[in-house]
């Protein structure tokens, strides 16, 4: 059974040279009670989320198979350009990965481009309540900047 672990924390980090990432400890322990199959995800540009592979595969897998159902029912009749961009992004959003002894991970081709940080470049970890992101500095502080505004309605919406 998949980890249902709450990640939080925020701790900036550096890429070595081989754009390999040590995840904090701190997130690295609890991440790995659920197993250490690992999937990588880009999730918007300069941001990468780290999931618990059975997790990740449980969610893909629940929509993937809405998706058929709608698809074998009609319901997605003349919508095909829509699942095409669907599909063609989901794949390539993701792919397994391997953490190495003490928690470190290598970034692969293609993912490192779409992160948007140099070798030995810096980043910052989260822990993003389901899973861990990687972020580019730059782009977690405009992201931040545009959501902190709306952070304690959301936080009454999801705690009443």
């Not at 929509?63 to 698809?71: F, N, P, Q, R, T």
């Amino acid at each position: 059974m998949p980890s249902r672990e709450f990640f939080l924390g925020e701790f900036p980090r550096a890429l070595d040279e081989r754009f390999r990432l040590s995840i904090p400890l701190e997130l690295l322990d609890p991440f790995l009670a659920g197993g250490t199959e690992t999937i990588l995800a880009k999730e918007r540009p300069g941001a990468l989320s780290l999931w618990n592979a059975g997790v990740w595969h449980e969610r893909l897998a629940a929509g993937v198979d809405l998706i058929k159902a709608k698809m074998a029912s009609g319901k997605l009749d003349g919508r095909l350009e829509e699942v095409q961009l669907l599909s063609r992004l989901l794949s390539t959003r993701h792919r397994p990965v391997t953490l190495e002894g003490r928690g470190r991970l290598l970034i692969p081709e293609g993912f490192r481009e779409f992160l948007g940080v140099e070798p030995s470049g810096e980043v910052i970890v989260l822990g993003a309540g389901v899973c861990l992101e990687i972020w580019h500095p730059r782009q977690w502080i405009e992201y931040l900047e545009g959501r902190m505004p709306e952070f304690q309605q959301l936080f009454d919406k999801l705690t009443s």
